[in-house]
């Protein structure tokens, strides 16, 4: 399984993807910082994580289009199942490689906190450190959704759209959900909708269902992914 | 070393493979024979555990690729149709990538080295494979299956897309890997099986219709009951002379081949040489040989034979049901 981990590691930073997803989560992430904070002479972070997560929706497709999608067309999955590793250990490793990718560019957006340091603007510890581990938390649900539909295509581009799409969906249901004249579908989107959970987040408040609720996806769509390739085991 | 017993997959409707049981002995090399889409591919497939049978056990070492797919694939080196290969590798990070997945625990160094010589990679170790030739990536992927050392070698078509020195080359390779492995090799041409197997399964629509020794299938090669000639001479006089011999049941006249020559099937009774008495007529006659050819049962023929009785078979069978209707 590490073998695995390693490999994606390297294939991230071998090719483009990994320096381009750094580079501009880390320009966006400063955009944001500057607008919310010392441009709007605040020390408020709950703008900044709303719109930063957000964002997700087109940056995290760009981390999981290639996980499974290019080893189905090269073939290379019959490789990894033929070996002695588990499914779920293959998945597994995809999945906390794109995450590592994921966290390295979280732990350098946090340079900002230096400038709003400079700036004289007081944040208190707790709500920051909640808002990082709210960051990782939507990032890993949604590298989940994207990983699980990677492994539904052999292209990449149709795996970045789609999972874009979906993220889409699931981050702005809430927005349009009060439009929705059925009580019945308003809860289920708002039960799959990523968005309605920030609030809970966004003000640095340890919540413990937000928390749970974002692992759940992430575990099902790890769940979701394992069981596409068992059934492409027995058709 | 290798057992399946009554192995099934369905595509949906479609029997991709059906009710294939066969036995390898350790060290043995089988070579699995078909027409395109016969469904070799499909049973080397469930055997190495990437597809899963519909019904039916597949044990490799004696241990069930189902019921315990880590141990059993730890036993097996595999080498599809197309070779998995990481274009953005370099051979070298390549194996060594393989020699982590499979958690091996050779001396690394000693062990790929002993590998890229085997395979003949050892001049392209650091290259990337996006860059590789057809013919060096088919022995990068040999490379990979013999990773760790397996017991079990499958080779699913490992000559497709190679010039024919390179085809020589990996029909070396493969026949001297066999004895320490146990080997199945997958492949629609005949010359391939015959020179490296011992044993062959030919498989046609999902079912085998022919298991048999490679020596047995040689064996039907030398056969000498019909002959092939071409003779220059007068027509007649010379089928008139054949037809007169002891031993010879039948002459036929295959038409000219050039200006001055002739070729004749000649038919002889069963377990009687007849080439030298003919050269020694045809010399007595003047009449010279310019050509003999013993034409017996080649695997073509057993193969060609194997695939058609089955479809003759069926045929009749959607006759049947035709009627019926």
Known sequence: ??????????????????????????????????????????????????????????????????????????????????????????????????????????????????????????????????????????????????????????????????????LAVMQFTDVFNNAIPFAWLRTVLSNISIGSRYALLADGRFDFSAILYYLSIAGVFILLTIRVFERKRWH | MIKTEHLVKHYGKVKAVDDISFEVAKGEIVGFLGPNGAGKSTAMNILCGYLSSTSGKAMVGGIDILENPKEAKKLIGFLPELPPLYQDMTVREYLNFIYDLKGTTLNREKHLAEISEVTGIDGVMNRLIRNLSKGYRQRVGIAQALVGDPPVLIFDEPTVGLDPRQIIEVRTLVKSL?????????????????????????????????????????????????????????????????????????????????????????????????????????????????????????????FMSAVSDEEEDQGKKRRKRGARK
């Open chain 1, 1 to 166: 399984m590490f073998a695995i981990y390693k490999r994606e590691m390297r294939s991230y930073f071998t090719t483009p993807i990994g320096y381009v997803f750094l580079a501009v989560f880390a320009a966006v992430s400063a955009a944001f910082f500057a607008h919310y904070t010392y441009m709007a002479e605040k020390a408020d972070l709950s703008g900044y994580f709303r719109t930063m997560v957000t964002a997700y929706v087109l940056m995290i497709p760009v981390l999981t289009m290639k996980c499974f999608a290019d080893e189905l067309k090269g073939k290379t999955d019959q490789l990894l199942l033929t070996a002695p590793v588990s499914i779920t250990g293959v998945v597994f490793a995809k999945f906390f490689a794109a995450l590592c990718t994921y966290m390295a560019g979280v732990l350098i957006s946090m340079i900002n906190f230096i400038f709003l340091a400079v700036n004289n603007y007081k944040v208190q510890t707790g709500i920051a450190v909640g808002m990082l581990l709210g960051m990782i938390l939507v990032g890993a649900a949604c590298i989940a959704v994207g990983i699980f539909i990677s492994a539904m295509t052999e292209s990449q581009l149709v795996a970045a759209l789609l999972s874009l799409v979906v």
């Open chain 2, 178 to 302: 066999g004895g320490k492995h146990t080997i199945i090799l997958s492949t629609h041409i005949l010359s391939e099986v015959q020179a490296v197997c011992d044993r062959i399964i030919i498989i046609n629509k999902g079912k085998i219709v022919a298991d048999e020794k490679a020596a047995t299938v040689a064996g039907a090669v030398t056969n000498l009951s019909n002959l092939t000639l071409k003779i220059c001479g007068p027509k007649k006089e010379i089928m008139a002379a054949l037809g007169e011999m002891d031993g010879v049941t039948s002459v036929e006249d295959r038409g000219n081949t050039d200006a001055d020559s002739t070729t004749f099937f000649v038919t002889c009774a069963g377990g009687v040489d007849m080439r030298k008495p003919i050269f020694r007529k045809m010399a007595q006659l003047q009449y010279p040989i310019i050509g003999m050819e013993a034409q017996g049962l080649d695997l073509e023929n057993v």
